[in-house]
């Protein structure tokens, strides 16, 4: 059974699947990783059933095409959310990361890719 279903219409709904994914599931996240590469660091075992990692690889997938769409780097939102988790205080930033004009664009010239080895 899926947990929490998720539409994906603009990048503000990206960000907050990203913090589902971190702050409730506690998983390390990247974009480019598939969700049923997530494993319980403990137990070993997979952390969504089939079913369950089928349907968050499509929302996933949504991802990218809505940060395509609106011309929003999924790797920043991505980087925001885990630094959000690593290093603030969640119910302080969550509106702030979430809100869509908190997001460089790619013709900004700030992509916050640079270095980065995976591509879509």
Known sequence: MIENKF????PEDVAKFFFWLVFEKRIDIHPDDTVSQYIDIQSKEPTFTL??????????????????????CIYEIATRVLNLFYYCDKNEMLEYYCKPDNYDTEEEGNTSTAGNEHSR
């Open 7 to 10: 539409e994906i219409q603009l």
């Open 51 to 72: 079913e369950e990692a089928l349907y968050y690889d499509r929302v996933r997938e949504s991802c990218f095409d809505v940060c395509e769409k609106y011309g929003v």
